[in-house]
């Protein structure tokens, strides 16, 4: 093999260099398409699929929700999910944790507190833009204290963070990076 390098001139520091950046580029690719073809197979029904955290940002606040109860609700929720047209309501980025995977979802809307939407792969081909999840039956207190929070006036709740954690009651910080006095 080293003869090979030689004669080709290639540099066996060049080469782990090249690989390196080959598998920087690559792993990060690969990851987004097993999380978001896992978002999709979650949405499709499949129940070995779970969100095992999520966290919602924007309009000046952030949730980080690490609450069991509340996952295994939304994951239930997302099996559930149904094409059609109903994204009014405020937009938020979303990142769900599924299966030790991170998905992005750029635009989630939440339809007054009775669930979300996200956009459907290929909207504008089947002619649906978003999957509608849900939120039936009884919906866990936590779950409806972050829908409030989200609908809280803007200068309320300004630059907060709110935490809800699996083994105790939301509690709130403050983040001056998603801060704006104005």
């Not at 309320?156 to 699996?166: I, L, Q």
């Given at each position: 093999m080293r003869r090979f390098f030689i004669k080709y001139g290639f540099d066996a520091t060049i080469v782990c260099i090249l690989l390196s950046i080959v598998a920087v580029v690559a792993l990060p690719i690969y990851q987004n398409h097993r999380a978001e073809e896992a978002l999709g197979r979650l949405m499709n029904g499949d129940r070995d699929i779970e969100i095992t955290q999520f966290v919602i940002e924007g309009q000046q606040r952030?949730?980080?929700?690490?609450?069991?109860?509340?996952?295994?609700?939304?994951s239930n929720a997302f099996t559930e999910s149904i094409l059609d047209d109903s994204s009014s309501g405020n937009s938020y980025h979303s990142t769900f944790r599924m299966n030790g995977l991170d998905v992005w979802v750029e635009c989630t809307y939440f339809l007054g507190g009775i669930g979300l939407s996200i956009p459907a792969d290929d909207p504008w081909e089947i002619g649906i833009p978003t999957r509608s999840i849900y939120f039936r039956g009884d919906v866990p207190t936590k779950l409806t204290q972050m829908w409030e929070f989200l609908a809280a006036p803007l200068k309320?709740?300004?630059?907060?963070?709110?935490?809800?954690?699996?083994d105790g009651e939301p509690y709130f910080t403050f983040d001056q990076s998603i801060w704006d006095p104005n």
């Open positions: 952030r949730i980080i929700c690490d609450d069991a109860e509340i996952c295994i609700y939304v309320e709740v300004s630059g907060k963070v709110m935490h809800v954690p699996d």
